[in-house]
């Protein structure tokens, strides 16, 4: 159930669109329900649908779309490595892999522990820096070569909870 927190902040969203456009901000509701609870579940969608006054399949839309929203729990770090074809001639695929086969996980897979989750990613906008990848959906990381992988999961991993 949508607290009066979150509806206040729902609200804040909606305030910037006109008042028959409530699904304008369905991408921001969609970033604090993420925020709040960590994932976006069938559950979440549906009431969010309800306060905006649209059809589930409107969020479900958006949801599904952009993989920066979460469809089900993700570990405490989640590692996107974008693997579209201008980081795939400049080794993105194997930045994937080497991630993968460090932490034992499929794509798309989180680590038994709860402190990784790795998924390819769609383009990130920054091709000339392949490999590249995003932690948290917030930070952004260029040319990572295996020896930057692996500094980088040593450090996560000591700053996990
Ligand atoms: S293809 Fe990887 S950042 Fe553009």
């Known amino acids: 159930m949508l607290s009066e ?19 304008s901000a369905v991408m921001a509701c969609l970033a604090i329900l993420q ?5 976006v579940s069938p559950e979440s969608e549906q009431e969010l649908a309800d306060y905006l006054g649209v059809a589930p399949m409107a969020v479900h839309e958006v949801t599904s779309f952009y993989n ?24 993105g ?6 991630v993968c086969s460090k932490l034992g996980v499929e794509p798309y897979g989180t680590t038994a522990d709860g402190v990784f989750t790795v998924q ?3 383009c ?5 820096d392949a490999p590249v990848m995003l932690v948290n959906d917030r930070q952004m990381l260029s040319f990572m070569s295996n020896e930057k ?10 700053n996990a909870k």
């Open 35 to 39: 925020q709040e609870r960590g994932w």
């Open 120 to 122: 390819p990613s769609e």
């Open 149 to 158: 992988l692996d500094q980088l999961l040593a450090h996560l991993k000591s």
């Open 124 to 128: 990130l906008g920054a091709c000339a």
């Open 68 to 91: 920066m929203y979460n469809q089900k729990p993700v570990g405490q770090f989640k590692l996107n490595v974008c693997t579209n074809l201008p980081c795939q001639l400049r080794d």
């Open 5 to 23: 927190q979150t509806k206040a902040r729902f609200d804040r969203e909606l305030a910037k669109y006109p008042a028959n456009q409530r699904i």
């Open 93 to 98: 695929e194997k930045a994937l892999q080497h």
